[in-house]
């Protein structure tokens, strides 16, 4: 059974950092791609990075690139997402998504976005709110 473990967030002011960690259990690491998507309040959820982890391509959405960094530690079943240069628009709870590497290889193949991706296997959540 494939767990997810989120944990990281917290309060933080506009422009400061947090690292979000996501502990994996209950399948092989690098068969899978492992990802982070955010739901703020009112709307829909969006992927905002996510990892392949047998060959660590990474993926972000642009509103994102250049701050967050995504990585994974194969020895500890973890990814993180280091979120740098915060705005009060990244806002959101942030919750850690995995499937088989393929699956996420041939979506993004196809052409379609990144932050519509739906999981099969996620989290709970973690917070992350950044004051102004």
């Known amino acids: 059974e494939v767990q997810l473990q989120a944990s990281g967030g917290g309060l933080v002011q506009a422009g400061g950092s947090l690292r979000l960690s996501c502990a994996a259990s209950?399948?092989?690491?690098?068969?899978?791609?492992l990802g982070w998507f955010r739901q703020a309040p009112g709307k829909a959820p969006e992927v905002v990075s996510c990892?392949?982890?047998?060959?660590?391509?990474?993926y972000y959405i642009d509103s994102v690139k250049g701050r967050f960094t995504i990585s994974g530690d194969k020895a500890k079943n973890t990814v993180y997402l280091q979120m740098n240069n915060l705005k009060p628009e990244d806002t959101a709870i942030y919750y850690c998504g995995a499937d088989r590497g393929t699956y996420l290889t041939r979506y993004l193949s196809s052409g379609e976005p990144l932050e519509i991706y739906e999981w099969d296997n996620r989290g709970q959540g973690t917070l992350v709110t950044v004051s102004s």
């Open positions: 209950g399948f092989i690491f690098d068969d899978y791609a």
């Open positions: 990892i392949i982890n047998s060959d660590g391509t990474t």
